[in-house]
């Protein structure tokens, strides 16, 4: 029992410990498990124990201890445990005997077949083993004979081994010397057949021992025969490179050929150059010609395309073969070959210029990207071979130039395109109106100059954008990635047609009798309401499209859209200035021509409303409804319920005149002077040319007020009489009757007009006012 209890508890369950509850009792019985393996398998008492460090390995008490003693252990619990204890702990062990049996159990079936296969394999390892030590026996046995006879072998093959590697090095030398006797007899066949290069093999392999052994008289005659039929190799050779008939493959061959038989470097070097500076000519001048007035030129991609695959390839193949063969020149050869490829380069490239620059007309890029594309790739070898010519760096300044070109055209596009825009316009404004047949309106001509520039817009960042292409070789060049798309397409293309747009768009706001004289209002409008809603919208939509393709730089400095915007607002106010400046001119010019045409002091008593009066009213409302078409209402003070009946107190000085006629004589003209004067300093002040707001009331404002105050300069400028002041009375009172509806505030039009009445009265020697009644009449009547 004690033996077993030595042997069996794992570790941490003996009575001594704290035992642990039933939630620990599964992790504590595979804890021991796996010590009963390792203590089977031999392992360290360390890791059989699996205790923890603490406890004396040599205390008899210890159950998982190797020095376990049962009878010491059992002393001690009897002294030290009372006989409740001592049942508690008998029980626990049995208890803890029993699951180490269960476990036992449970470790050998679920290993049974691992044991089983184990056994196995050990018996077949000790037969196999016994098998293997035979063989290795037998074949110790074996490699001790061959050992033997290959000794006996040796010693007797000894004498004749050094006799057989004293003939092989006879036998090596007989072949050397009859090749070198052969040698001229070879040479002469490879010339005559052509065989350049095996004849130069063969003088090469000779060469060394010919001249090594000089000074024997054979050796001598062969050399001498050698120099004779290389000297004929060496002519036919020269004669073969200076016909230049063949490629530069075959001429790079004979010039190595050339240099294997001992030519001097620096003559070949000059006359390779030379020949090679004919063949690349005679493609310059191919690609001249292509582009002479007689054949008509082929399209820009066919056009590198040559220059490429014979110029460019040309000069490839003469870069690497000169490389090859004049390695030896050093430096200066290196700058030799640069300098001849930066002046044929050139001169390539000034051709390559002439073609691009007839790529001027249409905005499809497409065609002259991919020839660029196909231009800078061709030049990447070269380029690569040759980098002091600097010849890539030299193509890569052609496509920025091409490009900046590219955007110039765009530019100048754009602008054509606008300019066409109002040349529409104009055209639909002047059209005739075919009766039962509505042109387009304002609105409509608006929509399409808006959508026409933009559509252009769109397609020449579309066109531009081919330049940056992920699939275009230059497109990862610094200049495509930043400056082309922030002062190229930004700046320069849509930044500068937005300032040429407002620019074109105030030059028709100069003076009258100049440009501006020969618009037509409605273009101002237009203008002005095109130039308003890029304000809003249109400017803010183009530069972040524009950004998002381009993916423009910030450390470039571009201009804020707050400027652009604040530059389309200053141009839509000051078109709609000269809009409302326009228009009261067009109506000013008919009063005016209305007062000073008109006898004043011999007018007949007025029955009826003049018709310049009606002319005014309708142009005023023909100027309402066309701002209409484009801008908002706007703001209106409010109105009096009875402001198209009011007559007294539009007229109040006139009858402020009548009430004072009596004293109105010439002997007392300062006190009516001085009334009229008293009157104006209680008036409100009027400003004519005030700035005009983008909405329809504020323009037909401005127009009334310089109408209004045309119609009052003109009559202080008249001698009024009594019925022609009645006729200015009855005229003023219709306009009041219309007007008022299409200002802001109606004071206006009741202050102004009560000015111009007063003024008539002013200027009247018999100020006798009509009846407001028979007033309102007449005007009911016109």
Not at 406 to 411: D, E, K, T
Request: hydrophobic fraction near 40%.
């Amino acid at each position: 029992m004690a033996a077993a209890a030595a042997a069996g508890p794992s570790p941490g369950s003996g009575p001594g410990d704290s035992p642990e509850g039933p939630e620990g009792e599964a992790p504590e019985r595979r804890r021991k498990a796996h010590g009963m393996l390792k203590l089977y398998y031999g392992l360290s008492e360390g890791e059989a124990a699996g205790r923890p460090a603490g406890p004396d390995p040599l205390d008899p008490t210890d159950l998982n201890g190797a020095h376990f003693d049962p009878e010491v252990y059992l002393d001690k619990l009897r002294r030290e445990c009372p006989l409740a204890q001592l049942m508690d702990s008998e029980t626990d062990m049995v208890r803890q005997i029993r699951a180490l049996d269960s476990d036992m159990q449970t470790l050998v079936y679920e290993n049974y077949n691992k044991f089983i296969s184990a056994t196995d394999t050990i018996r077949k390892m000790k037969n196999d083993f016994r098998k293997m030590e035979d063989e290795m026996d037998r074949l110790a046995t074996n490699m001790a004979v061959i050992t033997d006879f290959s000794a006996r072998i040796s010693a007797t093959l000894q004498d004749r081994h050094e006799r057989i590697t004293k003939l092989a090095g006879v036998h090596a030398l007989l072949r050397k010397l009859q090749f070198l006797f052969e040698l001229p007899s070879r040479l002469t066949k490879c010339v005559e057949l052509g065989a350049y290069g095996q004849a130069v093999r063969y003088q090469g392999r000779a060469q060394a021992v010919l001249q090594q052994y000089q000074h024997l008289p054979s050796f001598r005659a062969i050399q001498d025969d050698c120099q004779v039929i290389t000297a004929r190799l060496a002519q036919q050779l020269r004669q073969r490179f200076r016909e230049g008939g063949s490629g530069a493959p075959e001429q790079a061959e004979c010039v190595e050929l050339l240099l294997a038989l001992g030519e001097p470097a620096e003559e070949l070097c000059e006359e390779f150059l030379a020949h090679a500076r004919g063949r690349l000519e005679k493609e310059l001048r191919s690609l001249e010609a292509e582009l002479g007035p007689s054949p008509p030129a082929p399209d820009v991609l066919e056009f590198t395309d040559h220059g490429g695959s014979g110029f460019v390839g040309g000069l490839c193949q003469v870069a690497a073969a000169y490389q090859e063969l004049f390695a030896a020149q050093g430096p200066a050869g290196a700058e030799k070959l640069a300098a001849f490829a930066r002046e044929l380069g050139s001169r390539y490239f000034a051709l390559v210029e002439r073609r691009l620059a007839q790529e001027q007309g249409g905005g499809d890029n497409s065609l002259l990207v991919r020839a660029l594309d196909r231009f800078h790739r061709r030049l990447r070898a070269p380029g690569a071979l040759l980098a002091a010519a600097g010849l890539a760096d030299a193509a890569t300044e052609i496509v920025e130039r091409v490009a900046r070109e590219r955007l110039g055209h765009h530019l100048q596009g754009l602008r054509a395109a606008f300019l066409g825009c109002l040349t529409d316009v104009r055209q639909a404004l002047a059209a005739p109106r075919v009766a039962g047949k509505e042109g387009p309106g304002l609105a409509e001509l608006l929509a399409n100059v808006a959508s026409s520039i933009l559509s252009h817009i769109k397609a020449s960042l579309a066109a531009v954008h081919l330049f940056t292409a992920k699939e275009v070789s230059f497109s990862n060049k610094p200049y495509f990635r930043g400056e082309f798309c922030s002062q190229g397409v930004r700046e320069g293309l849509i930044v500068g047609f937005i300032h040429s747009m407002c620019q074109t768009a105030q030059s028709f706001c100069d003076s009258p009798g100049e440009k501006g004289g020969a618009t037509p209002p409605a273009l101002l409008l237009l203008l002005s309401r095109l130039c308003l809603d890029y304000e809003t919208a249109t400017i803010s939509y183009i530069l972040t499209l524009t950004d998002e393709q381009f993916l423009v730089q910030d450390q470039f400095p571009v201009t804020p859209v707050s400027t652009l915007c604040a530059e389309a607002r200053e141009t839509a106010r000051r078109l709609l200035t000269h809009y409302v400046k326009v228009q009261g001119l067009v109506i000013s010019q008919m009063l005016r021509k209305s007062v000073e045409t008109r006898d004043w002091l011999s007018t007949l008593e007025p029955r009826n409303v003049r018709a310049v009066m009606k002319r005014v009213v309708e142009d005023t409302t023909a100027i309402d409804v066309q701002v209409g078409l484009l801008y908002e209402e706007g703001v209106r003070k409010a109105q009096s319920s009875d402001s198209s009946k009011r007559t007294f107190s539009v007229y109040s000085s006139s009858r402020q005149q009548g009430r004072y006629a009596p004293s109105y004589t010439p002997s007392a003209p300062m006190d009516t002077n001085l009334l009229s004067n008293i009157q104006k300093l209680f008036s409100e002040r009027i400003d004519v040319f005030s700035p005009v707001e983008f909405n329809k009331v504020s323009v037909l404002t401005g127009i009334i007020k310089i109408s209004l105050k045309t119609l009052l300069e003109c009559v202080r400028l008249r001698t009024f009489g009594r019925f022609g002041l009645q006729q200015v009375q009855v005229d003023c009172h219709f306009l009041q009757l219309y007007l008022w509806r299409f200002v802001a505030d109606e004071e206006l039009v009741h202050l102004l007009l009560d000015e111009v009445v007063a003024s008539a009265a002013l200027r009247c020697p018999d100020p006798v006012p009509m009846e407001p009644s028979v007033v309102e009449v007449i005007c009911e009547r016109g």
